[in-house]
C-alpha cells in the first residue's frame, strides 16, 4: 500500500499555546485581584475600572475563554492532526481562527472594565462581540470538519466525538443565550425576561461549564493521558456509555441553579433529577481516564506531566460528585447564594482545567521545540505550589460557605434573628477572603514559574513547524457485516454531529418551550407596571457597574429570608427584567425588596462611602456617580427597544419620556435637600437611586390576595 506524505502544522499549535500562558498570567492576576478586594476594599483603587463588580466579570471571561479557550483550541489542533493522519483543513483559516479569537479576547478585555456588559454571567460580552464569537466558531467548525473528511483513517477516535459535541452545542448555546435587541454600538437588552432569561442564562451558563470546560477536556484527556502514560484507553464501551450519556444528560440540569426562585417547580425537580444522574457518566469518564493509569502508578511518581493529569482527573471527579451534591435541595438550601459554590467551581477550574493543561503543555513544548523539559524541579515545584494554592483556596471557601449559610439562617430562642445585621456576616469571613487570596498567589507563583520553564525549554530548542510524517489513506466507508452500531457510526462524522445535535437539544427543548409557551408558569400581577424612565436609566447604571456580581435579587420563601427581607418574590414580578438580575452570590445582602427600606439620602451616602452608613462594609466607593452627568439621550431608544420587547409603554411614549425622568429627578433631590444633600438632578446617581427605590414595591403582601402568595 502506497504511503502518503504530508505534514502536521505545528506553528498554530504553538501560537494557541503562547496565547494560553499569556492570557492564563493576566485572567489569573485579575482573580487574585479580586479575590484580595473582598478582604481589602481599598485595593478597588477608587475608580470605576478596577472595581470588583468589573474585574470579575474581566477575571471569568479572561479564565474560561482566553485561558481555557485558548488551551483547547491547543490540544485540538495537536490532537486532531494526528488522530486523523491530515494536516488542519486549512492554514488560512487556523491563522484566521486564531488571530479572531485574541481579537475577541482583545475586545473583552477592553469592554468590560468600561462597564460594557450585558449583565448576564459568562455571556457579559455586548452584541458585536457576540457575532464575532459566532463567525470564529464557523471559521473553527469548517476547519475541523474539513480536517475529518479528508482524514486518512477509517474511525474518528473517542476524543474527536468530544470536540464535536462541544462544537454544535457551544453554537446551540451561544445563539439561543445571545438573542438580543442592540439599541447601539455599545447596548442591547436580551430578548428575554424575567423567569424565562433566567432559564435561558442558566441553561447556557451551566452548560457552558459542561461544553466548554468539560466535553472538549475530556477529550484531551482522552488523549493526553494514554500518551503520556504509554498505555491505551482502559475500556472502549465505557467511553461510548461515557460519552452519549453525558452529553444527553448535561443539558437538562441547568435549573439546578435556580432552586427555590420563582422558575417553575416542574423545571427545578427536572434540573434536579437530570443532575443527579450526572454522577454517573461523569464519574464514568474518571474511571476510565484514572485506569489507564493500571500498570503505570510507578512512573506517576517520577513523571511530572502525570502528575498534573492525575490531580486534573481526580479534581474532575471531585467537582462531579460535588454537583449533583449541591443539586438535591436540602443541600442547594444551604450551598447557594455562598461561598460554597465558589469553592466548587474552582476546584473544577484550578484543579481539572487548570492542572490539565499544565500536563498538555509541559507534554507539548518538548515535542514542539525538540529539547526535552529544561527543569524538572521547577515542573515539580509548579506541581505543588499549584496544589497547594487550590487548598489555600478552596478550604477557606468551603469554611466560609458552611459560616455564612448558618449565621444567615440563625435564630434566637426567642425566635428572631441571631445576626440580623447582613454586614456581620461579611465582616466575620474578612480573614478567609485573605486566605483565598494566599491560595490564588501560590496558584499564580507555580504558574510563573511554568512560563519561566516553558519558556526556557523553546528558548533551547528550535520550534519545528512542520512536522513530516506518512501515512496510506485506509479509510473507506462501507459497512462490515456483524460490525458493532457505534463503530459503523464512527465512520460516518456528518451522522455523527447531527445525532450529536438531536441529543443535546431534547433537554433543551423540553424544559425552554414549556417555559414560554405555557402562560401559567409566569402569572402576571396586575400591579406590576413598567419602570420609569429614570428607574430603566438607574437599572442600566446597575448592570455597568457589575451589582449582580455581589447582590442577589430573589428572595427564596425561607423563614430567614423573609424575616430579614420581607415577602418572597414572585416570577410575575420580573416580567419587565430585561435581562433578568436574580444574581448567583450574596456578598452583599438580597435587593429586591430595599425599595423604600431606606431614605434617599441613605443611598446617596452610601453610593458616595458605603462605610458612612455600614460601618466595616467592603463594598467600593461609587463616587464617580456624584459627578457623572445621566445621558439622556438615548432615552427614546431604550423605551421604543423595550416596547418591541413587549413591555408596555404606549406609542409616542418616547417624545415624552424625559419630561417624566426630570420630574422623578427633582424628587429625588428635593428629598435629598431635606435631608441636608445638595444634589444636582442631571447625575448618575440620581437615577441609580431611583431604580433601587423602585426594587420589589409593585407589590405588598396580602395573605387573602393569591397574586402575592
Known amino acids: 500500500m502506497d504511503l502518503e506524505q504530508f505534514s502536521y502544522d505545528n506553528t498554530i499549535v504553538r501560537n494557541f499555546a503562547v496565547a494560553t500562558l499569556i492570557f492564563g498570567f493576566i485572567g489569573m492576576l485579575v482573580g487574585v485581584l479580586a479575590a484580595f478586594q473582598l478582604a481589602y476594599p481599598s485595593l478597588n483603587f477608587g475608580i470605576p475600572y478596577t ?5 470579575r466579570p474581566l477575571h471569568t471571561n479572561a479564565v474560561i475563554f482566553a485561558f481555557v479557550g485558548n488551551g483547547i483550541f491547543t490540544g485540538v489542533y495537536y490532537s486532531m492532526q494526528r488522530l486523523l493522519k491530515a494536516r488542519m483543513f486549512s492554514d488560512t483559516l487556523s491563522k484566521i481562527h486564531f488571530w479572531g479569537w485574541q481579537l475577541i479576547i482583545l475586545a473583552a478585555a477592553l469592554s468590560l472594565p468600561l462597564g460594557l456588559t450585558t449583565g448576564k454571567e459568562y455571556a457579559e460580552l455586548e452584541w458585536p462581540i457576540d457575532i464575532a464569537i459566532t463567525l470564529i466558531w464557523v471559521v473553527f467548525g469548517i476547519n475541523m470538519f474539513g480536517t475529518i473528511i479528508k482524514r486518512r483513517i477509517e474511525h ?23 438573542v438580543e ?3 447601539s454600538l455599545t447596548k442591547s437588552y436580551s430578548w428575554y425576561a424575567g423567569v424565562q432569561d433566567a432559564l435561558v442564562q442558566w441553561w447556557y451558563g451551566h452548560n457552558a461549564v459542561a461544553f466548554f470546560l468539560t466535553t472538549p477536556y475530556l477529550g484531551l484527556m482522552y488523549y493526553f493521558l494514554p500518551k503520556a502514560a504509554g498505555r491505551p484507553v482502559y475500556s472502549y464501551r465505557l467511553s461510548i456509555v461515557h460519552f452519549w450519556s453525558l452529553i444527553f444528560l448535561y443539558i437538562w440540569a441547568g435549573p439546578h441553579h435556580l432552586l427555590y426562585t420563582s422558575l417553575p417547580d416542574w423545571a427545578q425537580s427536572l434540573g434536579v433529577v437530570f443532575s443527579i444522574m450526572l454522577i454517573a457518566p461523569s464519574w464514568g469518564g474518571m474511571v476510565n481516564g484514572l485506569m489507564t493509569l493500571r500498570g503505570a502508578w510507578d512512573k506517576v511518581r517520577d513523571d511530572v506531566v502525570l502528575k498534573f493529569m492525575v490531580v486534573a482527573v481526580t479534581a474532575y471527579g471531585m467537582a462531579t460528585f460535588e454537583g449533583p451534591m449541591l443539586s438535591l435541595k436540602n443541600v442547594n438550601a444551604i450551598s447557594h447564594f455562598t461561598d460554597w459554590t465558589v469553592a466548587h467551581v474552582h476546584v473544577g ?28 524541579k521547577m515542573a515539580n515545584f509548579h506541581f505543588w505550589a499549584g496544589t ?11 469554611w466560609a460557605g458552611f459560616m ?45 514559574v511554568g512560563c519561566y520553564n516553558l519558556a526556557k525549554t523553546a528558548l533551547s530548542g528550535k520550534l519545528i513547524p512542520e512536522e513530516s510524517t506518512q501515512a496510506a489513506r485506509l479509510f473507506h466507508a462501507t459497512h462490515e457485516k456483524g460490525e458493532f452500531w457505534h463503530r459503523a457510526l464512527e465512520r460516518r462524522p456528518i451522522q455523527f454531529m447531527v445525532l450529536s445535535l438531536v441529543i443535546v437539544l431534547i433537554g433543551g427543548l423540553v424544559e425552554i418551550i414549556p417555559t414560554f409557551m405555557v402562560e401559567s408558569n409566569v402569572p402576571t400581577i396586575a400591579s406590576v407596571q413598567p419602570y420609569t424612565p429614570l428607574e430603566l436609566h438607574g437599572r442600566d447604571l446597575y448592570i455597568r457597574e457589575g451589582c449582580y456580581t455581589c447582590h442577589s435579587q430573589m428572595v427564596r420563601p425561607f423563614r430567614d429570608e423573609l424575616e430579614r427581607y420581607g415577602e418572597y418574590s414572585k416570577a410575575g414580578e420580573f416580567v419587565y427584567d430585561h435581562p433578568f438580575q436574580w444574581g448567583s452570590k450574596r456578598t452583599g445582602p438580597d435587593l429586591h425588596r430595599v425599595g423604600g427600606k431606606y431614605p434617599d439620602s441613605w443611598h446617596y451616602n452610601h453610593m458616595e462611602d458605603p462605610t458612612s452608613m455600614s460601618p466595616g462594609s467592603i463594598m467600593p466607593t461609587y463616587g464617580w456617580l456624584l459627578d457623572n452627568d445621566l445621558d439622556i439621550s438615548n432615552t427614546g431608544d431604550k423605551i421604543k427597544a423595550m416596547r418591541t420587547l413587549g413591555v408596555p409603554y404606549y406609542d409616542g411614549y418616547e417624545k415624552y419620556a424625559n419630561d417624566d425622568l426630570k420630574k422623578q429627578a427633582d424628587k429625588i433631590v428635593a428629598n435629598l435637600k431635606g435631608a441636608g444633600i445638595k444634589a444636582n438632578p442631571n447625575k448618575e446617581i440620581i437615577a441609580l437611586i431611583a431604580y433601587l427605590q423602585r426594587l420589589g414595591t409593585d407589590i405588598k403582601a396580602n395573605p387573602e390576595n393569591p397574586e402575592t402568595k
Open 181 to 183: 435587541l442592540p439599541i
Open 404 to 448: 455564612q449559610s448558618s449565621m444567615w439562617k440563625a435564630f434566637t430562642d426567642e425566635g428572631f434573628l441571631k445576626y440580623p445585621n447582613f454586614l456581620e456576616t461579611v465582616t466575620a469571613l474578612k480573614p478567609l477572603y485573605a486566605l483565598r487570596g494566599i491560595g490564588g498567589v501560590l496558584y499564580l507563583g507555580g504558574f510563573v
Open 51 to 55: 472595581t470588583f463588580g468589573r474585574i
Open 156 to 178: 474518528i477516535y473517542v476524543g474527536i466525538w468530544f470536540y464535536i459535541a462541544t462544537l454544535v452545542t457551544v453554537a446551540v448555546l451561544h445563539i439561543v443565550n445571545s
Open 349 to 376: 477550574a484550578l484543579g481539572w482545567n487548570g492542572f490539565l493543561t499544565f500536563g498538555m503543555l509541559y507534554w507539548l513544548f518538548p515535542r514542539l521545540y525538540g529539547k526535552p523539559l529544561f527543569s524538572t
Open 388 to 398: 497547594l494554592g487550590i487548598l489555600f483556596y478552596a478550604v477557606p471557601m468551603y
